[in-house]
Nanobody
Framework: QVQLVESGGGLVQAGGSLRLSCAAS????????MGWFRHAPGKEREFVAT????????YYADSVKGRFTIARDNAKNTVYLQMNSLKPEDTAVYYC???????????????WGQGTQVTVSS
């Protein structure tokens, strides 16, 4: 069992940056691949980024590639999402998720956080 708690969301102007954090409970964090997803009003939940257990594999949605970076610190049981050059279309609730393997598909993840709101003003 893993519990995930996101933080770091907020209101930022277009072009600005935010860093989201996702803290995991338990001593098995390093055995989980991690992912970030987002859900904007009126839209489907969308894959953002994923990282393998050892951090060697990362994959990004085309919409965020070159602007967002996923990272993890297994010693701190935390995964991060650094978001730069933010755009109004990045506005959404951002969720972290843990699963057995890295994936762009939400159903492949077993545990989810409660989400953190990111709002980008134009």
């Amino acid at each position: 069992q893993v519990q995930l708690v996101e933080s770091g969301g907020g209101l930022v102007q277009a072009g600005g940056s935010l860093r989201l954090s996702c803290a995991a409970s338990g001593r098995t964090f390093s055995s989980y691949a991690m992912g970030w997803f987002r859900h904007a009003p009126g839209k489907e939940r969308e894959f953002v980024a994923t990282m393998s257990q050892n951090g060697r594999i990362t994959y990004y949605a085309d919409s965020v590639k070159g602007r967002f970076t996923i990272a993890r610190d297994n010693a701190k049981n935390t995964v991060y999402l650094q978001m730069n050059s933010l755009k109004p279309e990045d506005t959404a609730v951002y969720y972290c998720a843990a699963g057995g393997s890295w994936s762009t598909t939400a159903r492949r993840y077993d545990y989810w956080g409660q989400g953190t709101q990111v709002t980008v003003s134009s």
